[in-house]
């Protein structure tokens, strides 16, 4: 099936390129965006792409009042060679779906999505960075748009796609990250909405980012919202343990996000021979296994930073080292590996990086 | 303090009003709109009442994304002797800004945000019903306006204040509702935003409402997000129960909203020399007395329907009739003590009718 945009209106001034130095991430945008609309009569329609511009909303329009919303991340890199790449772009479209049916919004076209994804990158190609490490960051947003104050799902909504070249999400590189387990707040729990990428589940986090950032650690270790007491997330990232020489991650369990980057370790070690054991994971016995020195090392998964290791830990008032602050090999290998793949440096033996032809 | 407003632009084509008879909720909404403006620089500024109007805003704008929004209702009345109220407006703002401190969102000054509230509705006067049981409904509003895909507090926020006629919230009149007690989706969790009004909670909750209503039911009884067990809310409104000729409420636990009506029906119960109960009540607890015979009145309370009986139940797919499906008299008495408050019909010894002089 090929599916095409219906409508293409070039812009007639191409903006000015950021410079690459001096990039932050998610400030600059492409010279055009995707959009598409729904509404109950037509479903959706009318795949277009424009000049990125403003939107006009009606103060009334319910993604402002009741935040129904779904987004996606996902990147285009530059190889050397020049080919443009995808990484598991299908996987994106796949968990759009799974978010909009949690937040009640009507399901895209997986298929049709992804072959406007590439005929639209491929338009805004002289936005992929060509310097290494920096990409060109691919946001899917559909927000709801009906005029109600009425408190039920909106009969109309906009999907859009904003393109926004970026560096390296860390500005430190891949220096290993400091967290701080955060045993108040909760990101997500049990039947609410921590399984679908949605616009509440980001702010919601905003206060406990600011208690990690004031106790001078970069990101937030995330327990369940029921005990406090197993392990979930880290910031935006799934997170991995080794211990004793094997792979350790929670198991998903409908309040952990499901990353593609964490699908994507999974099944790359287990290619490896290595098994991954997806299961619960107490923070006590993260603890006691740092200190008896049998935690080897403890990483984040996810789009922005690939693998982003964590070196430095705080949980009750008590800061514990990690593999003596420094990345570990498992680490090393994989954000090689996953990034060679990425990037169409090394050989892709999954068939994960699809080449959109420029 | 008298705050006014810096700018009045005044709309010169005034729009046609709504058919009382056929008013929809939150459809239709008045003449003019309220902004104001939040920089890092100037903090909350140019507070400004202009022609209700669209909104231009950055594809990338932080609410699209991130979900960064607080929100809040209440109603203007008018008294039987023309006289324009409002019931405990302050009450509104003040728990806008505990919102705002949960989703990081800067706070605004309460007392000038009433005063701009009433030489807003002043303006738009001719909006508020004269029909019996109608009102105009105020939603205040804040959301995140900064450009950028970083996932952090937004640096530049728009407060709002529209305005929409509205008649019964429950079309049946004040017919008791009937409530599905759902067990696997959650609202909130301790730790989580349920105590804040923000959009996020609301379109968490649209699938267990969906539910709701293929089971035939009208709305959602909530259960605590941690064991399923403990009676939180049902739908968008507190809940109250009458059991043995005493009065039982949720205690507020962080999960809970913290309804204006709640608080006034507990004030208003009390100086009847009668106590409320502010205490964990299991769905168990709530079957059994039912079952019993010493159940005698369910409700919910909040701004939209003020009282709200609940006249059957289902849990665990049986159903449960309440009070032989009929509004109770405690119910009764506090819908029409309330109402009479709140349009001024009837004496407010606690000072919580607000007259504003049009
Ligand atoms: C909450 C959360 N967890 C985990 C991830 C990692 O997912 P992915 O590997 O698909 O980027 C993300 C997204 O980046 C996220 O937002
Ligand atoms: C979730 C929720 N619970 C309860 C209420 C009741 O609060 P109030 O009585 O202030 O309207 C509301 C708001 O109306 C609400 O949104």
């Not at 992804?114 to 990409?135: H, Q, R």
């Not at 499901?258 to 619960?280: D, N, Y």
């Not at 200190?291 to 008032?317: C, D, H, W």
């Not at 090999?329 to 959109?356: C, K, M, N, R």
């Amino acid at each position: 099936m090929t599916q095409k945009i219906l409508e293409v209106v070039q812009t007639t001034i191409l903006k000015e390129k950021p410079d690459p130095s001096t990039l932050e991430f998610g400030k600059h945008f492409s010279d055009h965006m995707f959009m598409m609309d729904y509404t109950s009569e037509e479903g959706w329609h009318q795949p277009r792409v424009v000049p990125y511009q403003s939107l006009t909303l009606e103060p009334a329009a319910m993604v402002f009042h009741y935040g129904q919303t779904v987004f996606e991340g996902l990147k285009a890199y530059r190889s050397s060679n020049g080919d443009i790449r995808l990484f598991r772009p299908e996987e994106n479209f796949k968990r759009l779906n799974q978010s909009c049916d949690r937040l009640s919004i009507p399901k895209v076209n997986e298929e049709a999505m992804l072959e406007y994804l590439k005929e639209f990158v491929k338009l805004d190609k002289d936005w992929i960075p060509k310097e290494k490490g920096m990409s060109l960051y691919i946001r899917p947003f559909i927000i709801s748009t009906e005029a109600t104050l009425d408190v039920s799902p909106s009969r109309a909504y906009t999907l859009m796609i904003i393109l926004s070249p970026v560096g390296s999400f860390y500005k430190g590189g891949i220096d290993p990250v400091s967290i701080f387990v955060e045993n108040e707040y909760t990101r997500a729990a049990p039947g609410g909405t921590g399984n679908a990428k949605t616009a509440g589940n980001y702010s919601g986090a905003y206060k406990a980012q600011e208690r990690a950032s004031s106790h001078k650690k970069d990101q937030v270790l995330w327990l369940d919202g029921v005990e406090k007491k197993y392990v979930e997330e880290v910031g935006s990232m799934n997170v991995f343990f080794k211990i004793n020489d094997e792979i350790h991650t929670p198991a998903l369990n409908g309040s952990i996000l499901e990353g593609i980057t964490r699908k994507s370790v999974i099944e790359l070690l287990e290619s490896e021979g290595m098994s991954v054991c997806e299961r619960s994971i107490s923070i006590d016995e993260v603890i006691a296994a740092n200190e008896n020195g049998s935690l080897q090392e403890m990483f984040g998964t996810g789009t922005a930073a690939v693998i982003s290791p964590v070196g430095r830990l705080e949980y009750k008032g008590r800061d514990y080292e990690i593999n003596n602050g420094k990345m570990g090999e498992t680490a090393s290998w994989l954000h090689e590996t996953l990034v060679g793949i990425q990037t169409g440096a090394l050989d892709d033996p999954f068939g994960w990086s699809i080449e959109v032809n420029g």
